[in-house]
């Protein structure tokens, strides 16, 4: 699969939270253009399986992102089976989201460790390997949750809102042409995202609009392989993907 004039053909890629939803999207798109993808999750039975699927040659790592030694091994598990790693998607996130009054403390510590820690403990391991290469592209799914600030997103969008922070910095102390960064901002999507949600009303409204207007996974699955497939002098800082229909 894939084609020699594809820039995508030939990278490699790992993608956290590549299970379900916009990581599993984004790796069945990469890999039909001939990437090689490094698939991690906690979930390692949907690895399994999707690897199965790829046309394209994949591994499945098994990961928590709370634990930095797990995502050092996604990195590691990249340069051992295909020489390098040319992009980390940092994507695995949750939204244990709920009104400031509930007080859920756990729910607010989980997406912290996740969405935040996450993403930084993927940044620290993808960095060195990037500069010893000379190249490398960190991407991260932010969230529209962090531009509009929502009733019971509070929460979510504060941990949206550090990692963007985070990447911006990041891009400021990559300007010399080594590294790339991309965050990436999807609106609704139509994903197992609301499965994290423990308030049952919350969780079925959720489900009711992803149901209703979300968009397809793949529609970001896109816009990370736009910022990919551009050369590597030109970088895609921002995109913001929502539904039309979203307000
Ligand atoms: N859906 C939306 O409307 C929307 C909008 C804006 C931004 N986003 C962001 O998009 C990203 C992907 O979410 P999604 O919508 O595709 O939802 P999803 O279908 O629930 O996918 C989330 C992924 O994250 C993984 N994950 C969760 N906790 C993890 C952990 N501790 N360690 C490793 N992996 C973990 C899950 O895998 P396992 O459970 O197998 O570990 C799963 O693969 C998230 O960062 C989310 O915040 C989503």
Known sequence: ?????????????????????????????????????????????????????????????????????????????????????????????????????????????????????????????????????????????VSTAGLKIVPTMGVYAATKNAVRTVMEALRQESTDGVVRTTSISPGFVNTELDGSIDDSDLAARIRAQMDEFGLPPDAVARAIAFAIEQPHDVEIGDLTIRPTRQN
């Open 1 to 141: 699969m894939g084609n020699a004039s594809d820039p995508i053909t030939g990278q490699v890629v790992a993608i956290t939270g590549a299970s379900s939803g916009i990581g599993e999207a984004t790796a069945r798109l990469l890999s039909a253009r001939g990437a090689h993808v490094v698939l991690a999750a906690r979930r390692t039975d949907r690895l399994t399986t999707l690897v199965d699927e790829l046309p394209h040659d994949a591994v499945a790592v098994p990961a928590d992102v709370t634990v930095p030694e797990d995502v050092t091994r996604i990195v590691d598990t990249a340069v051992e089976r295909f020489g390098r790693l040319d992009v980390l998607v940092n994507n695995a996130g949750i939204a244990t989201i709920g009104e400031m009054a509930d007080g859920d403390v756990a729910g607010w510590d989980a997406m912290i460790d996740v969405n935040v820690r996450g993403v930084l403990y993927g940044i620290a391991a993808a960095l060195p390997v990037f500069r010893r290469q000379g190249r490398g592209h960190i991407v991260t799914t």
